[in-house]
């Protein structure tokens, strides 16, 4: 008998076969879905790069992909400046990428963006082989196009961010165990232990998100007794957590006093920094020590930013998914993924024979099931400053949605069942849920209503007659349609970014207008926009005058180690991607690091390290309550000369008064 899930012939199982004889392999794609696969790869390409030279900057992590560039130090440390005196505030393994691009075609906005296209791409064309030993050639095709056609992650592979480099991995890591089960070969499912451990490089511990929903298949749906299973998930732990920790523990062995201090901590500890101050400090505070605390003061307005997407009392629940500004991002296939949900689990229940297909479709369920509840439940209960965070529920979504377009086309147990009313129902819904968040965007593609409202409604209709067996319509032309109702509206969408103004930004993976009445001033290319990551070069005017300050304080510090110390890493980024190499930035992201202390500015400036010492304003700073800070600004202020603005800046009058509020240069020169 020939599988209509798979396409693939499914032998009769002898009484005594057991299921671990088995070894599935997908069948051979047709032609027209290889060619299909190949153009949706080519246009995925386009639109992803179709802005590649203006997708901007994220100041913050373009300052450290090109520190990392010009600097093989800096480069395995991660720095965030050439001198590698301090770190990112988080792993920095989604920038090598971008500091090879960098190091190979110069410093732009096009060279940090390329290598996201080709994450991307990866990623789709993973997602299809995937999805194909599922569900077979048709379905994985129509679960790589519903992927491809996710706004959020257009957005997120034209921009150079670290989700991307996340979500790629977690894709492969995904692929990897799916051959490890067909194949019944481990080396399979260790490398899906090292694609998570390379993940967690991208992301730190988000990437293991992923690791129960894959346990749990890998336990329910490989083949072989249980004490093996376990003893094979045991290595491949092991293998992930080598992984994981490699890069950490390579810095972590380094002297303190020969590597960059460790930014996020009060401790110069990376594991302080990735597992505390970037995980689990995050929902329990302070629980582990060493990483740096919240901002006390600053805390409430850093995140309301990210809460201004959801109305109030749904910042920590799962309803906050549904609101349009994220859902009009990733959630447009709800209804689809929760008919692939329902008819996996009939057929799988229908389905009694020990079939590949069988095994194929149970991963399916089972991994995109718990997928889904695993990462929707942890986002649920987190504020997560970005959308791109979002980007991993990108995946399950699309995967159960060609599942549920496949089953309901050509699976004879959905056919001749009840659930043949299904597809109408789910139409009817998908169509009304598209109509709901379209509702929301009244200024933007406003033909989208009525054409999505009549085809859908028309179909489903048309579904329900035929489910009726009052007429016997053409089935590729209903499924035809079934996709074209589910992917209309978000292709739309995801089309917009090819107009730079909806096209999200390096800080902001967002594809489209922003929802009417739930943050009408959401960040535009221009603006100042993400949380904390642009540096002074929004400002014009403050960086046309920091850039002189550079240019003065060079021309006389020959013969110190820094050109420049600033209080702000800023003020130091706008120098740094201009390509000043000689800049100490004092404060860490945060502003809140003793990187250096005060003590440790003394002693650099009695050592001839350094010479002058930029105080910048106070929105300069990432956060409010830097006592560290204060006190270098005290010690400046008491200790050192203050330099006329006529000095540096010719064009300002020399009796004009230079303002608390104001950049100041400080001369320290003993």
């Known amino acids: 008998m020939t599988s209509v899930v798979t396409g693939v012939t499914e032998p009769s199982a002898a009484p005594n076969q057991v299921e671990s004889s088995r070894i599935s392999v997908p069948p051979r794609a047709p032609r027209w879905v290889r060619w299909s696969l190949l153009a949706l790869v080519v246009c995925s390409a386009a639109v992803y790069g179709w802005d590649a030279s203006r997708t901007g900057y994220s100041d913050y992590y373009a300052t450290a992909a090109r520190s990392m560039s010009e600097s093989w130090n800096a480069f395995f440390f991660g720095a965030f400046d050439p001198q590698s005196t301090i770190t990112l505030d988080k792993l920095s393994g989604f920038l090598v990428p971008q500091a090879l691009s960098v190091r190979l075609f110069g410093f732009s906005a096009w060279s940090l963006a390329v290598p996201q296209v080709a994450e991307g791409l990866i990623t789709i064309v993973a997602a299809y082989f995937i999805i194909r030993r599922w569900v ?33 991995f977690s894709t492969l890591a995904i692929g990897a165990l799916q051959l490890s089960i067909d194949t019944q070969k481990h080396r399979y499912l260790l490398l899906a232990g090292v694609s998570v451990g390379l993940g967690f490089q991208a992301k730190m511990m ?59 901590t009060t401790d110069n500890n990376i594991f302080s920094m990735v597992l505390g101050y970037n995980g689990i400090n995050r929902f329990v505070s302070n629980l582990v020590p060493g990483a740096l605390p919240n901002d006390p003061i600053s805390r409430g307005a ?18 906050k998914l549904f609101v349009p500004a994220y859902a009009s991002q ?76 496949v089953l309901a086309w050509g699976d004879p147990h959905v056919r001749h069942s009840k659930l043949r009313f299904a597809l109408p129902i ?14 929301n965007y009244p200024q933007f593609a406003g033909w989208l209503l009525s054409v999505v409202g009549v085809l859908g409604g028309l179909l489903s209709l048309t579904l329900f007659v035929d489910a009726l067996g009052w007429q016997n319509s053409k ?3 209903q499924i035809a349609g079934v996709a074209a109702v589910a992917i209309l509206a978000p292709l739309t969408w995801s089309l917009s970014t090819l107009d730079n103004a909806y096209a999200g930004t390096a800080n902001e993976a967002y594809a489209g207008p922003p929802a009417s009445g739930i943050n009408k001033s959401f960040p535009r290319p221009q603006g100042n926009y993400g949380i904390g990551l642009d540096s002074n070069r929004v400002t014009p005017s403050t960086y046309r005058v920091e850039s002189k300050i550079y240019n003065y304080a060079t021309a006389h510090s020959k013969n110190f180690r820094f050109v420049l110390a600033t209080d702000s890493w800023r003020s130091a980024a706008p120098i740094i991607m201009n390509g000043g190499a000689r800049v100490l930035p004092m404060g860490g992201y945060s502003s809140r690091v003793k990187a250096p202390s005060a003590a440790g500015l003394r002693q650099l400036v009695a050592a001839n390290g350094v010479r002058y010492v930029l105080l910048t304003r106070a929105d300069s700073k990432s956060g409010i309550s830097t006592p ?39 001369d320290c020169r003993r």
């Open 330 to 405: 990733i959630g447009w296939l709800y209804p689809l993924a929760a008919l692939g949900l329902v008819l996996g689990i009939f057929v799988i229940r229908t389905r009694r024979s020990d079939a590949p297909a069988r095994r194929g479709l149970r991963s399916a369920v089972l991994l995109n099931g718990a997928l889904l509840l695993t990462l929707g439940g942890v986002l649920s209960v987190m504020n997560f400053p970005h959308t791109a965070y979002l980007a991993s529920m990108a995946f399950p979504l699309a995967a159960l949605g060609g599942v549920g377009l």
């Open 475 to 477: 089935r590729q032309w």
């Open 426 to 439: 789910a139409v009817a819904i998908q169509t009304a849920w598209s109509l709901v968040l379209m509702a």
């Open 628 to 666: 560290n800070v204060f006190e270098i600004q005290r010690w400046v202020k008491s200790a050192c000369r203050l330099v006329p603005e006529s000095d540096y800046n010719p064009a300002a009058s020399s009796n004009a008064k230079t303002t608390t509020v104001a950049d100041q240069l400080y």
């Open 302 to 319: 850093m995140e309301a930013r990210p809460i201004g997407l959801v109305p109030a009392g749904l910042s920590h629940n799962p309803l």
């Open 206 to 264: 988000q990437a293991w998100l992923l690791l129960p929903a894959m346990a749990l298949v890998y336990l329910l749906v490989a083949a072989g007794p249980i004490l093996r299973k376990l003893r094979r998930l045991l290595a491949a732990a092991i293998v992930t957590l080598a992984v994981s920790f490699s890069w950490m523990t390579a810095i972590a062995l380094v002297p303190a006093d020969r590597r960059p201090f460790i930014d996020g």
């Open 136 to 168: 077979g050639p048709v379905g994985g095709l129509m679960g790589a196009t519903l992927m491809a056609a996710t706004p959020l992650l257009v957005s997120m592979f034209s921009h150079p961010m670290e989700d991307g480099m996340l979500t790629m």
